[in-house]
């Protein structure tokens, strides 16, 4: 576990000022003290003021979804939630379950035998035997990307993915690029649905030619690319919009195995920004999710909830970020 | 103004212990000083305290909607919005405008010149002046029943309009309707396309018959039912789906002197549930939406903005509520 030390290195402050950051002390700004609370949160360190009894319990569930380090998408999700839960006074317990899990325990019964007043939900797929609960539960619950309908217990947090589709298409289009292709994520997933639906939209709005061998769906790891890029690339496609940025760094690999040169040949698009994207050669072009905001929007959303006020959808704006995967269309 | 007798009237309690509500005593619950404080903001009482130097300053600015008591549609929009804010510690000018204003000053002009750090905007219509601004404006703004794409300094909240016109095409069905009208409010507005295009979804996806004539768009008026009942009669309508409560009471009377009983022959069912809806004959059943809800999440959201997380849509569950205006389809 983090000690006070660790938590004054990472901030460049002393240890006494981490001191009086956790204990309440007014003689620091309320923002250093905001940012040794979040530090604190981030690096496991509690003390016994901040374990006090009244704080109520939520649970993240995890499925499929690497969190464990910075580097992974889901980390900075469960953080950004767990630094404003914090703040609001309740215990946050992360557990990653697996469809087993779930064939075993309900999630009522999982939720209240633990005393759990709420619940986040992150990589939920569409065939998890809990999303067939969530539309009965009558447990305070939030869903990252998922959308279960009419249920005034549920919500659903996210990002705007007809908007940042319709951003990277748009740039693409002002590239001179009309040959565009989306290699989706997994078929089982609401999001990979909702982002194809956005590129038919964006596609169709734009007066550019698709069919269904430019839009295949893959898997969100960067393997995936394999399978599809060498018949896009035979299609005569000069831009590839990916379904996360895992699948763009496969992308890139793939073109230039064969042969064509990233951006000069072949345009690549990224969604998430994740740190890999600016360690990849070229740096990648993506549709940018904040992940820490979304774990806190998700948080709020969750809070409102426990509140009885019934927010059925939270969405959050993206943000395309040009690197230097993009260019100018090849003719 | 409002007094502290007044306010004390109003809750029920002594004139001391709304004092010590409005001076933050500690020997008062914080349930009951919110109470007190909530209060106050509705009657418009305030002290000096609570007009400190260091309160930042919002705007709501509204257009084309009645607000000023409790029976309006807007005054709980306005009074949610407002309690909340006051005690994240802004203050807020509740403006109406008209269009012949928008005409004269630019939206951003007249928010830096005032020193509002964010506005609200309730009842503004698709050809408004302004909301061309929106597009390009970068202070933060949320606005009720309209949305700006891709300007991530804008917000958009509202009632999830598809949930809530399929919930009441399902409660008809089940009581044997199928010939179902949409009577809207007007067409200038975003809120008409998308329940126009909820009843399209809803009545598609349930099989059920409908054409350009069994969806006209009236007005936001009681009277605009004049102009659509006897149309919708002569074509064998049995449900007169409504685009507000007042167009709602509208159509009863319509019914009634064209000797239509409701709900015997014709059931009638409205949006908002406004307080008009239970004094109707027969009481309305109507699709709820949560005025003092929609004016919090309105707030939480502009606070988002203001603090750098780009919500772009918030929305809220509808909830029918049933009552006594919709019966068996009459066969």
């Known amino acids: 576990m983090a000690t006070i030390k660790d938590i004054a290195n990472k901030l460049g402050i002393s240890v006494s000022t981490v001191s009086k950051g956790l204990n309440g002390a007014s003689d620091i700004s309320e923002h250093l003290r905001q940012s040794v609370l979040d530090t604190a949160v981030e690096m496991g360190y509690t003390t016994k003021q901040m374990r006090g009894k009244d704080r109520r319990k939520l649970c993240i569930f995890v499925e499929n979804m690497d969190y464990e380090t910075p580097e992974q998408f889901g980390y900075d999700i469960i953080l950004g939630f767990r630094q404003v839960a914090f703040r609001e006074n309740y215990d946050v317990t992360v557990l990653p ?28 797929a569409l065939q998890d035997e809990w999303m067939k609960q969530f539309i009965t539960t009558n447990i305070p619950t939030v869903l990252f990307d998922n959308y279960i309908k009419k249920n005034p217990y549920v919500g659903y947090i996210g990002t705007d993915s007809f908007e940042g589709i319709d951003d990277a298409i748009v740039h693409l289009m002002e590239l001179g690029h009309r040959r565009i292709a989306l290699l989706n994520g997994s078929a089982n997933s609401m999001i990979s649905e909702q982002r194809r639906q956005a590129y038919i939209d964006s596609m169709t709005a734009h007066d550019l030619p698709f069919s269904e061998a430019t839009m295949p769906y893959g898997y969100y790891v960067a393997d995936s690319a394999k399978d599809h890029v060498g018949n896009l690339l035979s299609m005569g496609i000069s831009a590839i919009l990916c379904g996360n940025d895992l699948i763009a760094s496969g992308v890139i690999t793939e073109c230039k195995l064969r042969g064509y040169r990233v951006p000069e040949d072949i345009s690549v698009i990224g969604f998430d920004d994740i740190p890999l994207s600016t360690k990849l050669n070229p740096p990648l072009t993506t549709v940018r999710q904040d992940r820490i905001e979304l774990g806190k929007s998700g948080f709020y959303t969750l809070h409102s909830l426990i509140n009885h006020v019934s927010i059925s959808k939270t969405m959050l704006r993206p943000q395309l970020i040009l690197r230097k995967s993009t260019a100018k269309a090849f003719s």
């Open 97 to 124: 379950v697996t469809p087993s899990f779930q064939s075993t325990e309900k999630y009522d019964t999982h939720m209240l035998k633990n005393g759990y007043v709420g619940a986040f939900m992150v990589g939920f």
